[in-house]
């Protein structure tokens, strides 16, 4: 159910369905955190960030375009449950894992007065498709929900009617 992974390029879709997307090790920017980093699901990606808001990822190779930050190759750990990487554009470090059930971020921000999480909840992921609907909302200072509905091709290529909903709640 969980399965988060850093991703390069998760907006860019997949115009001739044969296209990597996700991570991808030619790629020297990472756009967010997903959770559900399956074929053909997608739409839920978390990016930690300090400075000015910027509400897009960006462009692969264009510092600053968006949110999306460069990141430190020597710094990357990648094992069986656990990842790790600096987010060089922001001085955080970023870092994922998951249980069978529950994915789990930490990450460690700079002194800055602008800090943030970005839930992107409404960009295509990958093959993922359209996203239909999606929603967040506070419960408590500390506490929210939310959910993304999208309309992936190989679900509508089986059920006409036939839509993907990922629910998800963080503290």
Do not use: C
């Not at 970005?118 to 929900?145: L, P, Y």
Request: proline letters at 4%; hydrophobic letters at 30%.
């Amino acid at each position: 159910m969980a399965k988060l992974a850093p991703s390069t390029n998760g907006h860019y879709g997949n115009p001739s369905g044969w296209e990597a997307v996700g991570y991808d090790t030619r790629h020297n920017s990472i756009e967010g955190f997903v959770h559900f980093h399956e074929w053909q699901v997608g739409g839920v990606s978390v990016m930690p960030a300090t400075g000015e808001l910027r509400t897009k990822p960006g462009e692969l190779d264009k510092a600053g375009s968006g949110y999306r930050s460069n990141f430190d190759r020597k710094s990357e750990v990648g094992q069986p449950g656990y990842y790790k990487v600096l987010l060089t554009d922001y001085n955080i470090t970023a870092e994922i894992t998951a249980t069978k059930h529950v994915g789990f971020h930490r990450y460690t921000f700079p002194k800055s007065e602008q800090s943030r999480l970005i839930f992107d909840i409404g960009t295509q992921q990958g093959e993922s498709g359209e996203v239909r609907d999606a929603g967040v909302k506070m419960i408590d200072a500390t506490h929210f929900e939310g959910y993304v509905i999208t309309y992936p091709k190989y679900v509508r290529k089986y059920d006409l009617a036939g839509q993907v909903k990922m629910f998800f709640m963080a503290r």
